[in-house]
């Protein structure tokens, strides 16, 4: 298991709640620390305070 000071940060924006969920799930049960956001603007800049490892955003962009 990997230690909580160790753990990599993943930022997770998507303004759909339950996909947003199941991504945080996922990376959480994964073993990465996680910051969520419905989009850019509702993230606290304060949490930034450590470069996130990876940006998940909205991969639905166009879809109908």
């Known amino acids: 298991m990997t230690s909580a ?3 990599q940060l993943v930022l997770v924006v ?3 709640p339950l996909l947003r969920m199941e991504a ?7 073993g990465f620390d ?12 304060p949490s930034l305070l450590t470069v ?3 940006i998940r955003s909205n991969l639905d962009v ?3």
């Open 5 to 7: 000071a160790s753990r």
């Open 14 to 16: 998507e303004d759909e």
């Open 24 to 30: 945080v799930e996922m990376i959480r049960e994964s």
């Open 34 to 45: 996680v910051i969520e956001a419905f989009d850019i603007s509702s993230l606290a800049m």
């Open 52 to 54: 996130p490892l990876v």
């Open 62 to 64: 166009g879809r109908q």
